[in-house]
């Protein structure tokens, strides 16, 4: 299960998968759908259909939370290279060659991906408003869409839970409070 797969490139970034994301596809769609029967009360082709088109988009908002990531590195003067996805998530790949960086560059780069996700998370909020009235797979879609954003590539990014950008904020941070420390910190 330790193969990566390499789907092309986009926006200057490489897009890596491993297996997992398949499995993990599906079980996202399986909940979506059973999501849009208990919560919004859809017919089942309705709730299926709507789950699969909350699927894509959960895996766009990875990739737009990832956008959000290359556009600070790019600002910072060290971009990313690429997307990996690993199972419902992804992480950011930077070139392996980089140096030691300073504490604030890393703290940039992991503000970008919960700043996006969060403008995203109010788009989509706005958009859930809009389509209240109208109901169906657009309301769903954009609700779900919207918390997925909200709950977790803004404020689940930022809970501290081994490997998000909370823990890359918390580390960096923390150095950053200490400067005679970074310079001789390895990464
Ligand atoms: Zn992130």
Redesign the pocket.
């Given at each position: 299960m330790n193969k990566t797969f390499k789907l092309g490139s986009i926006a200057g970034l490489k897009l890596l998968a491993k297996p997992t994301v398949l499995p993990s596809i599906l079980l996202v769609w399986l909940l979506y759908s059973l999501l849009g029967r208990k919560v919004f009360k859809l017919k089942p082709e309705q709730a299926i259909l709507g789950g699969l088109l909350a699927t894509l988009l959960h895996w766009f908002n990875e990739f737009w939370?990832?956008l959000g990531?290359a556009q600070a590195a790019k600002q910072t003067g060290y971009p990313m290279s690429g997307v990996c996805f690993v199972g419902p998530l992804g992480s950011?790949l930077y070139p392996p060659d980089e140096p030691t960086l300073p504490p604030h560059i890393h703290v940039r780069r992991?503000l970008g991906?919960?700043i996006a996700s969060g403008i995203l998370a109010l788009v989509t909020g706005a958009l859930a408003l809009a389509a209240h009235s109208l109901g169906g797979i657009p309301f769903m879609a954009a609700t779900l869409t919207c918390l997925d954003n909200l709950l977790v590539f803004t404020i689940g990014?930022f809970l501290p839970l081994g490997f998000?950008?909370g823990d890359t904020l918390l580390r960096y941070m923390n150095m950053n409070k200490r400067p005679s420390q970074w310079l001789t910190v390895a990464e």
């Open positions: 939370h990832n990531h950011s992991a991906g919960p990014a998000t950008d």
